[in-house]
Structure formats: structure tokens, C-alpha cells
């Protein structure tokens, strides 16, 4: 680095700070091709303000400081004019601290504008006036923050229809995923490209306490998923769970156990292409009048691509770690088979087999119900369990494969908290 730096002229040094290809992580980067919509998708801190006001600056500068660049008009839409204002023109990852003294343009505050000084202008507007796009007409654009507009799909739909100057008319979206309708589509769109980063890959430019709360905070949450990891966390219409009712289930206190259970939901095959073997621990507090009952998600320890033996022994590891009083297996698949085989490992297990005999939809409604009444607590680390759960709706699974993770939790709490005939009672344990 010492000798690259020190073959660099005077005039390179001084470059080098505004030069955001030297700099830039790769996810900040545009994706070659021909694009329409390049989607920047990341937790919070991820640096995706950075790279849309770098992404303009590389638009609209040209080789020198009065030479023209690939676009002259260039639409800024924030949730708000203050939000755009304050975040995409003067923030601290804004346009005007991105650009170079020579090149920076002037802010225009009577007009709402950027103007640079070979004539390129940024107009600001807000997605709360869609109608505000109509008639202006642009070569570029950065919408920020896209999953927090309220009219999203309307403002949207107003800056393609201004997207008509130039040969290759583009737009760039910096946002934290949200489940809304309209980024969703932008998504499915051919001619629109993804990059993607959590919070930790831009932790050299932000505070490490800052990361140590959120992680303290939200770490192995469902909102830590779509905050912190930058992912699109989607609830199915008409969904049994939603995020809301999983967050305050996370939020309830955890009962003092007297009975755990580790169900089971067993895959058809052993491939690695084959479903998951669910497997996910469950206590409650089955004192007094069930009515009062309460139960608390331990783990989701859901395996895929495992031998029936190598599934058969996590389960029962699971059992040992939770001093399990019983293990659960649903046996339509594997009939008699599954218990045979857990029993080859461990003869004495306390072992109960279940037939479904409804749909698992059917099956899942009480279990929801119990969520509704907030009977239900969730430990951290059980996102790809939410996930699954935040697709079952009342007119069945929607979405890939089978709901096995889903499918265990179900059985575990049915055993404790709905089915009436519970065997043993062992001594209170705190959790």
C-alpha cells in the first residue's frame, strides 16, 4: 500500500479520496449490464445512501468539472421533500459530501434542486405527491427508501412514465426491505437487478457499540432479518401468522416450564434434495386450568439432507440439551419405522407417535389461535421457523416444498398445550 501510495502524484492523492471505485464495497457497486432498475437492498448502516448519491454523482459528471455526463436531469425522490432533502442532498452519505469541491453542485433551496456545474440539475420530490412527477421528464433517478412510501405504487409508477430521456433511461432504489406490494413487483421485474448486504459488512464506518445493541437488540429476530440482514421478510395475504403477532410472542415473557417436548416432522427421503426433517423444541406450563396454559418456542433445530439416522440422533440430541420429557414424531410417512429407529439409538425415550389426519392448515388454526390469545412465547433464532409460518394462510401453504419446521412446531404444541391426555408431570424447571 506504501509503495502504491507513494508512486501516486500529488494531484492523484488529492483525487483519490472522491474516486468510489477504490473505495467502494461490492455491493455498492452497479451490476454490468443493461438494466432498467438497479435495487440496492440492505440492513440499516449497510452504506446504500453512499452508493445511490455516488451512483448520481457518476451520471452526471463528466471527464472535467464543466464536461456533461451521461445524464443532465435527474429525479431525487425521498419519502418526504425534508427526508430527501436532508438525507440524499446534504446528509453525512449525501450528494453534496460525495462531490468533489470542483464538481459540487449547488443546492437550490427556493427550487428544490441540485445544479451542477456543467448544467446537470437533480429535482427533489416527494412520493406523498405522485402527481408532483407528472409533466417533468428525466434521463436518471434515485428513489430512496422505496418500502417506507405510502403511496409507493403510484409514485412509482409516476417516475417510469418520466423516465424518457436519453438512450437508456435508469433507476436506482436504496431501501431496507419492507413486505410491501410494490417493491415486491419491482423485484420481479426482468429488467431489474439486485445487490445485496447486511449491516455487518459496512461495520468499519459505524459504531461498534451501535452494533453490538442492534445485535443484542434484534439479533436472530424476525425483524432483525429484514433490519439488520437486509432481507425481504414477506407475510402471505390472509396468513395465520403475520410478523406483528411473532415480535410480541418474541416480546412475552417465558412461562416456568414443567413439561418440554421436541417434536419431530421426518422428510420422505434421505436425499440432500429431500424436504428438512423438522425438529423443534417446545415448553409450557400445563398448571391449573388450561385456560391458563402457557408455552414458550426453545429451538428450531431443523436439519436437511440427513440420514434417517443422522436426523433421529439430532432429535434426541435436541431432547438431552432441553431435558426433554418426551419426543414427538408424526408417523405417516415412515409408520412404525420411525419409532424403531429412534428406539435403536435410545430404547428407553419417552416416545409418542402422531397420525395426520387433517390438512395442515386445519391443523395449524388452533396453534395460531393460541399465538392470538398471546399464550406463546419465541426465543431468538427462530427466523427461518417465522418464515415458514408467515406462509401458512387459511387457504393452505403457499410456499415452497413443505412447511416441516412449521409442521413440528405444530405437533409440539398440540401435545402440550391442546391434546388432553398429557403423561407425567416432572418437577418445574426455569427456563
Known sequence: MDEFLGSLSQNALLSLPWMFEFWALAHQLPPRGAWKTWIIMGGRGAGKTRAGAEWVRAQVEGAGPLDAGRARRVALVGETVDQAREVMVMGESG???CSPPDR???WQASRNRLVWPNGAVAQVFSAHEPEALRGPQFDAAWADELGKWKKGAEAWDQLQFALRLGKNPQ????TTPRNVAVLKAILKNPSTVVTHAPTEANRAYLAESFLAEVQARYGGTRIGRQELEGLLVEDEEGALWTTPMLEAARNNSPP???RVVVAVDPPVTAMKSSDECGIVVV????RGEPRHWRAIVLEDASIKGASPEGWARAALAAMERHS???LVAEVNQGGELVERLVRMINPLVPFRAVHATRSKMLRAEPVAALYEQGRVAHARGLGALEDQMCRMTAAGWQGAGSPDRLDALVWALTDLMLDPLHIGRPSVRSL
Open 256 to 258: 416456568l416450564c414443567n
Open 171 to 174: 433507476a436506482v432504489v436504496t
Open 283 to 286: 415448553g409450557a406450563d400445563t
Open 104 to 106: 459540487r453542485p449547488e
Open 324 to 326: 426433554a420429557d418426551r
Open 95 to 97: 450528494i453534496l459530501a
